[in-house]
């Protein structure tokens, strides 16, 4: 077995009119070593990520470098020397691809068991059917999900998402490949499922000697995951090393940055504009602005949501903690218009809302507005960012076309973009680009009340701390209440005053943030807080 299965030398890429993307870009990656590739949404990290199975993305190509790859058995190949053709005989096979949305990567027509066995006729050693099903059931035994044959009948909706990521995972290492790429793997996950999905992946590359590229902008997974870390910015890696070394003794003043803008569950590291008075000062917030009592909600005699009750008054936040299929995004929903069948009431500035938003008035959909979780479905793919943003200005406000134009150029500045980015495409942004859009088409309208569903799960850092600075601002600005649904436990002591965690549907414990955090009365919060990674 060779000392190193990929090696990346003086890569360069640049766009096809010629504007540089990475300079000089080297690394490498031996057999049962995981390394980070860190950095903030537009650093290069993604791209340098995906040159190593040879692909780059649209208006992208290289200009200069090398990118060796080391099967188990066999020569070593030179992606950027081979044809296309023979690039794609060797991903899956030989470098395997693990994406950030595995909702999206997944096809949604194939049951799961097909889409595994899928990869193995096309790359594997598996010539029989019977091969390519003991494989299928072994490698979903490897990655922690049942194997019977009424599970791999199911089609990627029929699962959560972290049940989908673990597919993904599995379809990754099903023909054991020499390197794999995860493309921030566990971005939307909870810290339950996340600690499960890096133990996994962890595991795997030990046991199969899988060299392991892992593209994040989470330095607390970094800590927990990788061997050594590489950090880039603006194309460039400014500095490698041995995990312990970069995150204690960082050398670089960018790396310090990153560091710093990580926040924690002690609240010491991140200093962000969010102020809240001591448990022994603490005041009345005020009358509510939103007030959901007693919702219940069952799906196919599934309870989700059983009798939840909470209230946030201006200017306050309320931050929804729980796992995936806890009921915080349903409740959220419930809040929006979005979910229609429930019991129970939902109340904003005193007045009842209908339970769908198509029934509601112009200003109570101006006043509460939404910021979903994936930007990548959420942002109409044939329009432009610009574009996005004018729609609710022109159906919900009053304003002139050169004052709504006014206001996106307002917006957009202050969730730090530049005007040039208004005119491009979703898919022209990275993902936490992305994120600023969505979160800057919400804001649009001002509204009263904003419901954010994971909204920074796709950010670096540095830009989560920017977001989640300029939303305290506007709740002290605007008297604007907040209802932040997230799995990011760390955020809690910056974004909100208070926390309701939910599991099963139903709210386990209620309180202020010190209180919960430092006090935690129920088990599950207890364990929430234990599987939060730290740096």
Avoid: W
């Avoid at 299929?325 to 500035?349: A, I, M």
């Avoid at 939910?502 to 234990?530: C, N, S, W």
């Amino acid at each position: 077995m060779t000392s190193t299965a990929l090696t990346v030398s003086g890569l360069e890429v640049a766009t096809h009119s010629g504007a540089p993307i990475l300079h000089g870009v080297s690394y490498e990656i031996a057999p049962g070593e995981v390394v980070a590739l860190v950095g903030e949404s537009g650093s290069g990290k993604t791209t340098a990520g995906l040159a190593a199975l040879g692909h780059f993305r649209a208006g992208l190509h290289s200009t200069g470098g090398t990118v060796t790859v080391h099967p188990r058995a066999g020569e070593p190949a030179e992606m950027l020397a081979l044809t296309e053709r023979q690039r794609r005989a060797l991903r899956g096979s030989t470098v395997a691809y693990i994406p950030q949305d595995p909702a999206q990567s997944l096809n949604p027509g194939l049951r799961i068991g097909t889409q595994i066995a899928e990869v193995l006729e096309m790359h594997g050693d598996y010539a029989t059917e019977d091969k390519r099903a003991a494989r299928v059931r072994e490698v979903l035994d490897e990655v922690g999900l049942p194997s019977a044959e009424e599970y791999r009948r199911r089609y990627p909706h029929q699962l959560s998402g972290g049940q989908q990521q673990r597919v993904g995972i599995a379809m990754a290492f099903a023909c054991l490949p020499s390197v794999v790429v995860l493309d921030e793997p566990t971005t939307g996950l909870d810290v339950t499922t996340q600690a499960l999905i890096l133990d996994t992946v962890r595991r795997l590359t030990a046991d199969h000697a899988t060299a392991a590229l892992y593209i994040t902008h989470d330095l607390a997974v970094v800590a927990t995951i990788a061997d050594r870390v590489a950090v880039m910015l603006r194309g460039c890696v400014v500095e490698t090393g041995e995990v312990g070394q970069v995150l204690g003794e960082p050398r670089h003043d960018y790396t310090r940055t990153l560091i710093e803008a990580v926040p924690d569950l002690a609240g010491k590291r991140s200093k962000l504009t969010v102020t809240r008075p001591a448990d022994n000062e603490a005041q009345d917030p005020g009358p509510a602005l939103l007030t959901v009592r007693d919702v219940e909600l069952s799906y196919a005699d599934k309870n989700v949501l059983n009798g939840v009750s909470v209230s946030v008054a201006a200017g306050e936040s309320l931050m929804l903690l729980g796992e995936s299929g806890s009921g915080k995004t349903t409740l959220s929903r419930c809040v929006c218009g979005l979910v229609e069948h429930y019991s129970g009431s939902v109340r904003f500035d005193g007045e009842a809302l209908s339970p769908s938003t198509r029934h509601r008035t112009n200003e109570q959909r101006r006043g509460v507005q939404y910021v979903f979780q994936s930007p990548f479905s959420s942002l109409n793919p044939r329009k432009t960012i610009a574009q996005s943003l004018e729609v609710p200005l022109a159906r919900l406000t009053g304003l002139s076309r050169t004052q709504r134009r006014a206001r996106i150029a307002e917006v957009l500045d202050a969730v730090r973009f530049s005007s040039a980015i208004a005119n491009r495409f979703p898919e022209q942004l990275s993902g936490g680009e992305r994120q600023r859009a969505a979160i800057a088409r919400a804001l649009v309208t001002t509204p009263k009340v904003l419901v954010c569903d994971e909204v920074t799960s796709a950010l670096d850092v540095s830009v989560q701390r920017t977001i989640t600075d300029l939303l305290a601002e506007l709740r002290t600005e605007l008297g604007m209440a907040m209802l932040f649904v997230t799995h990011n436990i760390a955020l809690a002591r910056h974004v909100a005053d208070r926390v309701a965690v939910l599991r099963g549907g139903t709210i386990v414990e209620e309180g202020t943030v010190d209180d919960v955090l430092d006090r935690p009365q129920h088990d599950y919060t207890r364990e929430l807080l234990a599987n939060t990674p730290e740096l």
